[in-house]
C-alpha cells in the first residue's frame, strides 16, 4: 500500500488500523478497543489489555529461537572496547538484575532513577524495570547534581541506579560526587543505590546505602516478567519547558509497544534482525526510543555507542562503526554531521572504510540544515531523511516512511505527518492557516498510541502546556507551515526553548541560575545561531545598582554557576553586561528581538516596545561578543 493510502485507512478508522498494528505485540490479555476517549481530552490507548514491555523487547525472541541473535553490541572508542550480547544473554542479565531489584523490594509501580552514560547496562536497568513493572526515569550524564536532585524530588524513585563514571573524550566524569550532591539537595531520599563500577573509576560505597551491581545479584532469583495494564506508565522522562521546572513526560506501556514497532518497518524499513544504529545518549527520547526499546522490540540489533562523531578518534568513527557492524540505518542529530563536515569537509575518511552496509541516514532532534543534508546525500550516496518529533511524542509525528514508500525529499522539510497524526497549522484564533502561511503547529486530539497521556504528578501543567490554547488539539510549540502537498516545515519554537546539538535546553532554567548571582539584578537568555550546534545560549545580564564587582567577574561566576546547577550539556559559556533590558510597556522582555540582532536578521519594532534605544544598546553589547557572526 502507498502512504496515502495506509494514511487514509488510518484516517476512517484509526481504532482498526492500531488495532491491527497491535498483533504485533505479545499481550497477555489482548485489548478490547485500541483508544480510551472516557476522559477526553485525556487519551489514553490499550488501556484494558495487559503485556509486559521487557517481554517483549527480550523474551520472546528467545522463546522464538533467536537467543543467539546480537541484541546489542557496545562499541566504546573511548574504552577501546566493542561488546556483544545475543537476546539469550541480554534476556538472564536482565532477569538477574530484575531479580536482585526486586530482592531489595522494588514492585511495581516503583519508580527508579537511572543515571549512566552509554553502557549496555544502561538498557539492562531500563528493561530489568520494565520486567518488574516499575517505573524508569533516565537522567542524562551531562545534567549536575542539582538536576538530578529535582528529578529525585518529582519522580521520588525507591531506587537510583548509577554507574561509576561516564567519560567524555580528555576527562573521566566521575558520577558518585554528582549523586551524593543529588541526595544532599533532596528532599526525597531513595531507599538505596546500584552501582555499576567501571575500570576507570571505582567509587567508594555508601555502606548500607549502596550496592555494587555485580555483588547485589549473587544468588537471587532471576524475576519473570510481571503483568502490567496497557495504560500503565514503562517510564517518565524529564524535558525542557519554559519554567526551570522540567516536564515529566508520562510514557504508558501498550502504546508505546504497538507505535514502536509498526514505527521500525514503516519508517526506517528495518527488518527484525537488521542492525539499527541511533547514535544519541539514553538520556534523550531518542535513546529511549530508538537505542533501546524500538530496535529490541522488533527484534534488530542495536548499537550503543559511546564516543563522540568526532574526536574519538576521528570524524571517520561513524564510518568505522558502520563498516565493522554491517550498520543498515543510521540515526542521528544533524550537529553531528556538522561536525564531522567541519573536521572532514570532502568526506575523505569515508574512503577508508566499507559503508555499503548503510541504506538511509535519519536525522531529527533540531532543524536538518540543507547544507548538511545535501552534504550527507553526496557522501554518503543513500536517503538522508529529516523527520520532526519531540520527547512528547517518542516517534516521528512527520517523516518520509521509507518501509511504505519513498516519498520525494523535499530538502528542508521533515516531509508529511505519520498515520496517527492530524497536523494542522492554525492562527492565533485556532483557525486553520492556508498553505504556504506560518503559523503555530498543533496535532488533533487524539495523538497517537506512544505519546505522553499526561505530565507525571502534574495534570494541570499538561493541560496548560498542550491543551488549552487551541481546545481539540494538542500544542507542539513549534512554529512552521505546511506546502501545497502537505508536507511540513519547522521553522522555530513558540517557547523559549532552545536546541543546542540537537539537546533541548530551557532559557527559563538559565535564568533562573543567572538571577541566583548575587551581582544579578535581572536577565534574560536567549539561543543565538550557532554552525556547529545549531544554537548556543547567551546570557544578558544587568547588575545591582551600585555593585563594585568586575563586570568580567559576574560574567565568568555565571558561566560557572550554570555549568554547576545545570551542567556541561548546558553549553552556557557567553554573557555579557548590559545596562538595561528591553522590554514591552508591560514589561515582557523581548528576547526574540534580542535572538534576531544577535543573529543578524530583520526584524518587525514591537508598537508596544518601552524603549527603542535599548535595541542600540543590546547590539554593541552583542558586537562585543563578534554577534552577528555572519553580519
Ligand atoms: N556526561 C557528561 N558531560 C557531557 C555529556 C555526558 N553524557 N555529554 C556532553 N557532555 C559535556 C561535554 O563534554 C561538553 O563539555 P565541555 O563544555 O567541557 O566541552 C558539554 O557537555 C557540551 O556538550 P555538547 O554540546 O554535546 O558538545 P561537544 O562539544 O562535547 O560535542 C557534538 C559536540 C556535536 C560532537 C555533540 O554534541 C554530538 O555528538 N551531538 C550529537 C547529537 C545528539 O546526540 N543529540 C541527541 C538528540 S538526537
Ligand atoms: P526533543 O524533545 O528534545 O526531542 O526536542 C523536540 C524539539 O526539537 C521539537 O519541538 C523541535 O523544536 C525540534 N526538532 C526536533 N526534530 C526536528 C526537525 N526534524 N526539524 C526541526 N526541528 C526539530
Given at each position: 500500500m502507498s502512504y496515502d493510502e495506509i494514511y487514509k485507512a488510518w484516517e476512517s478508522d484509526p481504532d482498526a488500523f492500531w488495532m491491527e498494528q497491535a498483533q504485533a505485540i505479545d499481550w497477555i490479555k489482548s485489548p478490547s478497543k485500541a483508544l480510551f476517549d472516557e476522559n477526553a481530552p485525556l487519551y489514553e490507548w490499550f488501556s484494558d489489555g495487559q503485556v509486559n514491555g521487557c517481554w517483549n523487547a527480550v523474551d520472546r525472541h528467545v522463546e522464538a529461537g533467536n537467543g543467539d541473535r546480537i541484541a546489542i553490541i557496545h562499541d566504546s572508542p573511548?574504552?577501546?572496547?566493542?561488546?556483544?550480547?545475543?537476546?539469550?544473554?541480554?534476556?538472564?542479565?536482565?532477569?538477574?538484575?530484575?531479580?536482585?531489584?526486586?530482592?531489595?523490594?522494588?514492585?511495581?509501580?516503583?519508580?527508579?532513577?537511572?543515571?549512566?552514560?552509554?553502557?549496555?547496562?544502561?538498557?539492562?536497568?531500563?528493561?530489568?524495570?520494565?520486567?518488574?513493572?516499575?517505573?524508569?526515569?533516565?537522567?542524562?550524564?551531562?545534567?549536575?547534581?542539582?538536576?538530578?536532585?529535582?528529578?529525585?524530588?518529582?519522580?521520588?524513585?525507591?531506587?537510583?541506579?548509577?554507574?561509576?563514571?561516564?567519560?567524555?573524550p580528555g576527562r573521566v566524569v566521575q558520577y558518585k560526587p554528582l549523586l551524593d550532591g543529588a541526595f544532599e539537595l533532596a528532599d526525597h531520599k531513595p531507599d538505596f543505590c546500584v552501582m555499576l563500577q567501571r575500570e576507570q573509576e571505582v567509587a567508594a560505597l555508601e555502606n548500607g546505602r549502596d550496592f555494587d551491581w555485580f555483588e547485589f545479584q549473587a544468588g537471587v532469583e532471576p524475576a519473570d516478567c510481571v503483568p502490567v495494564e496497557g495504560n500503565?506508565?514503562?517510564?517518565?522522562?524529564?524535558?525542557?519547558?519554559?519554567?526551570?521546572?522540567?516536564?515529566?513526560?508520562?510514557?504508558h506501556t501498550g502504546g508505546h509497544l504497538v507505535a514502536l514497532n509498526w514505527s521500525m518497518k514503516a519508517i526506517y524499513d528495518s527488518d527484525p534482525g537488521d542492525v539499527f544504529w541511533a547514535a544519541s545518549d539514553v538520556g534523550w527520547v531518542v535513546g529511549h526510543s530508538y537505542i533501546c526499546y524500538a530496535p529490541l522490540i522488533h527484534g534488530n540489533t542495536t548499537i550503543v555507542f559511546e564516543g563522540k562523531p568526532v574526536g574519538t578518534p576521528d570524524a571517520g568513527t561513524f564510518w568505522r562503526v558502520i563498516q565493522d557492524h554491517n550498520v543498515k540505518c543510521l540515526f542521528t542529530a544533524p550537529t553531528a554531521f556538522r561536525a564531522i563536515k567541519r573536521d572532514d569537509p570532502e568526506g575523505a575518511l569515508i574512503a577508508d572504510y566499507d559503508i555499503s552496509s548503510l541504506e538511509s541516514l535519519f536525522l531529527a532532534g533540531e532543524r536538518a540544515d540543507p547544507d548538511t543534508i545535501e552534504w550527507a546525500q553526496a557522501k554518503l550516496g543513500v536517503p538522508v531523511i529529516d523527520h520532526w518529533w519531540q520527547t512528547e511524542t517518542s516517534w516521528a509525528i512527520a517523516a518520509n516512511p521509507l518501509?511504505?514508500?519513498?516519498?520525494?525529499?523535499?530538502?528542508?522539510?521533515?516531509?508529511?505527518?505519520?498515520?496517527?497524526?492530524?497536523?494542522?497549522?492554525l492562527d492565533e484564533g485556532g483557525h486553520e492557516m492556508p498553505a504556504g502561511e506560518l503559523g503555530a503547529i498543533a496535532v488533533k486530539l487524539p495523538l497517537p498510541p506512544a505519546t505522553l497521556p499526561t505530565l507525571w504528578n502534574a495534570e494541570d501543567r499538561f493541560r496548560k502546556s498542550y491543551l488549552n490554547t487551541f481546545p481539540g488539539y494538542y500544542e507542539t510549540g513549534d512554529a512552521g507551515y505546511k506546502d501545497e502537498d502537505g508536507y511540513l516545515y519547522i521553522?522555530?519554537?513558540?517557547?523559549?526553548?532552545?536546541?543546542?546539538?540537537?539537546?533541548?535546553?530551557?532559557?527559563?532554567?538559565?535564568?533562573?541560575?543567572?538571577?541566583?548571582?548575587?551581582?544579578?539584578?535581572?536577565?534574560?537568555?536567549i539561543g543565538a545561531a550557532d554552525t556547529l550546534k545549531g544554537q548556543?545560549?547567551?546570557?544578558?545580564?544587568?547588575?545591582?545598582?551600585?555593585?563594585?564587582?568586575?563586570?568580567?567577574?559576574?560574567?565568568?561566576?555565571?558561566?560557572?554557576?550554570?555549568?554547576?546547577?545545570?551542567?556541561?550539556?548546558?553549553?552556557?559559556?557567553?554573557?555579557?553586561?548590559?545596562?538595561?533590558?528591553?522590554?514591552?510597556?508591560?514589561?515582557?522582555?523581548?528576547?526574540?528581538?534580542?535572538?534576531?540582532?544577535?543573529?543578524?536578521?530583520?526584524?518587525?519594532?514591537?508598537?508596544?516596545?518601552d524603549d527603542p534605544i535599548i535595541l542600540d544598546e543590546i547590539r554593541v553589547s552583542l558586537a562585543t561578543l563578534g554577534y552577528p557572526k555572519h553580519a
Open positions: 573511548v574504552t577501546n572496547s566493542v561488546h556483544k550480547i545475543t537476546y539469550g544473554e541480554l534476556k538472564d542479565r536482565v532477569a538477574s538484575l530484575a531479580g536482585a531489584l526486586r530482592t531489595k523490594g522494588i514492585e511495581k509501580g516503583d519508580r527508579v532513577i537511572i543515571y549512566m552514560p552509554m553502557v549496555p547496562e544502561a538498557l539492562e536497568a531500563m528493561l530489568a524495570c520494565a520486567r518488574l513493572g516499575a517505573i524508569h526515569s533516565v537522567v542524562f550524564g551531562g545534567f549536575a547534581a542539582n538536576e538530578l536532585a529535582v528529578r529525585i524530588d518529582d519522580a521520588t524513585p525507591k531506587c537510583i541506579i548509577a554507574a561509576s563514571c561516564g567519560i567524555e500503565h506508565p514503562a517510564y517518565i522522562l524529564y524535558t525542557s519547558g519554559t519554567t526551570g521546572a522540567p516536564k515529566g513526560v508520562v510514557r518501509g511504505i514508500e519513498k516519498l520525494p525529499v523535499k530538502i528542508g522539510s521533515p516531509s508529511v505527518s505519520m498515520p496517527g497524526y492530524d497536523v494542522q497549522i521553522m522555530a519554537r513558540t517557547d523559549d526553548v532552545i536546541n543546542v546539538a540537537g539537546h533541548r535546553l530551557s532559557t527559563g532554567a538559565m535564568e533562573e541560575v543567572l538571577a541566583s548571582h548575587p551581582d544579578v539584578a535581572e536577565c534574560a537568555v548556543l545560549p547567551m546570557g544578558f545580564l544587568c547588575l545591582n545598582k551600585g555593585t563594585t564587582s568586575d563586570p568580567e567577574t559576574v560574567v565568568s561566576d555565571c558561566v560557572k554557576l550554570v555549568r554547576d546547577k545545570i551542567g556541561p550539556v548546558a553549553a552556557f559559556k557567553q554573557a555579557v553586561v548590559v545596562e538595561r533590558l528591553p522590554k514591552t510597556r508591560s514589561g515582557k522582555i523581548l528576547r526574540g528581538i534580542m535572538a534576531k540582532i544577535a543573529d543578524g536578521q530583520d526584524y518587525k519594532m514591537p508598537a508596544t516596545i
